[in-house]
Nanobody, 119 residues
Framework: QVLLVESGGGLVQSGGSLRLSCQAS????????FGWYRQAPGKQRESVAF???????NYADSVKGRFTISRDNAKNTVFLQMSSLKPEDTAVYYC?????????????WGQGTQVTVSS
């Protein structure tokens, strides 16, 4: 079992920056990929970025060039550095981890952290 706890959300002005962190605990050796998702009010949850065990990354078009995902495998932590924030980035941001443990594929989610960007 993998548990995820996000931190770092808050209120920021348009153009500002925030850094989200996600600390994993439990069977962290089984984690293959980390991802960040977000859900704005009245909208579906969407993928923002993900990073594989070997460090390959992928970003949603809406955040390319502004957000950077990274991971510290030794500390079982994944980060999302967000810059040039826009009001449309306002959402609850969720950390995700997936992998395989005891021959079962799993998806683990954090509780979410609110990011609010004021115009």
């Amino acid at each position: 079992q993998v548990l995820l706890v996000e931190s770092g959300g808050g209120l920021v002005q348009s153009g500002g920056s925030l850094r989200l962190s996600c600390q994993a605990s439990g069977s962290t050796f089984s984690i293959d990929n980390f991802g960040w998702y977000r859900q704005a009010p009245g909208k579906q949850r969407e993928s923002v970025a993900f990073i594989t065990r070997t460090g390959s990354t992928n970003y949603a078009d809406s955040v390319k060039g502004r957000f950077t995902i990274s991971r510290d495998n030794a500390k079982n932590t994944v980060f999302l550095q967000m810059s040039s924030l826009k009001p449309e980035d306002t959402a609850v941001y969720y950390c995700n981890a997936n992998g395989q443990f005891l021959f079962k594929v799993y998806d683990a989610w954090g509780q979410g952290t609110q990011v609010t960007v004021s115009s």
